[in-house]
């Protein structure tokens, strides 16, 4: 089992999303590698980008895709869905060429979310197909939702296709209060290729909740639980420390290895 910490826990507006953090702080972070988090405002330079992190020994073999990619899945027209693949398209080069294997997709985003799960199926396969080509596995998230229940449409969706490859988010999971129904569909860790690991503490759907997002352990999920299932379920494919330790002009080294420790733990890793 692999364990990686995203590049968004220590890059983000409060440090002017400063690429440069990666290559200064990535050697002293303590993981397997590293889920490059793609911002939208990075395109004009991220040839120079994919160059310095090719050359920095670092490895990278998550992309977590442009965001924008899910509102473009649940909101655009189909006379402009144009857009969404060439964006697709653009992310999965960038994947290709950091050496990435798996791409994290937000299959729904704003402001429909998942009002249309049949429409949205149909315009994943199709950004799975663009990503076949570059040797990338699309999977595909639980974020939160508005209308239904992410794990009902995760569920729909592989056994449309038993191919389809899913990621769990923990925080999701929370504030849908579904986590429990997934420590206990084996049918659904079939289909598990890829783990967001973070914290929250709120109610049901609350959205208000959300944010900041916590550090394992320091919030109501039931970590225990979640860890003993993924070895119930002998799950051996990759997790991604999602929870945050930025600051304007240091990134929390001793904070984010904690929190992979705190995994390592929990999975009797160390």
């Known amino acids: 089992m692999k364990l990686f910490c995203s590049t968004g826990t220590f890059i983000g507006r409060i440090n002017g999303r400063n690429y440069r953090l990666i290559l200064e702080y990535g050697p002293q972070i303590r993981c397997d590698g590293f889920e490059f988090m793609m911002n939208d405002d990075w395109y004009e330079k991220i040839d120079e980008i994919i160059t310095q992190l090719q050359i920095s020994g670092l490895s990278f073999p998550v992309l977590h895709a442009d965001k924008t990619s899910g509102d473009l899945i649940s909101s655009l027209a189909d006379s402009q869905l144009v857009r969404l693949y060439d964006l697709w398209r653009r992310n999965m080069e960038i994947a290709a060429a950091l050496g990435a ?6 299959i729904w985003g704003r402001p429909d979310s998942d009002a249309q799960p049949e429409r949205i199926f149909e315009r994943v396969q ?4 663009i990503s076949d ?4 596995d699309l999977l595909s998230e639980n974020n939160a939702c508005i209308y239904g229940s992410p794990l009902q449409h995760l569920l729909d969706y592989t ?3 038993p191919s389809f490859g899913v990621i769990i988010d923990t925080r999701a999971a929370q504030f849908h209060r579904e ?23 709120g109610g049901y759907k609350q959205w208000d909740a959300m944010y900041p997002i916590l550090p394992p352990g320091a919030g109501d999920i039931d970590f225990p639980a979640f860890f003993s299932a993924i070895q119930l379920h002998h799950y051996n494919h990759t997790i991604t420390l999602e929870s945050p330790a930025m600051y304007p002009d240091r990134v929390g080294v001793e904070e984010l290895n904690c929190y992979l420790d705190f995994i390592r ?3 009797g890793l160390m």
Request: proline share 0%; hydrophobic share 35%; net charge neutral.
């Open 101 to 106: 294997e798996k791409a994290v997709c937000h």
């Open 126 to 129: 199709n950004l799975r197909t």
């Open 133 to 136: 080509e570059y040797g990338i």
């Open 159 to 161: 056994r449309s296709d």
């Open 179 to 201: 986590l429990e129904s997934i420590n206990a569909c084996g049918t659904l860790w079939q289909h598990i290729r890829h783990i967001h690991i973070s914290d929250m503490h």
């Open 265 to 267: 733990k929990g999975l």
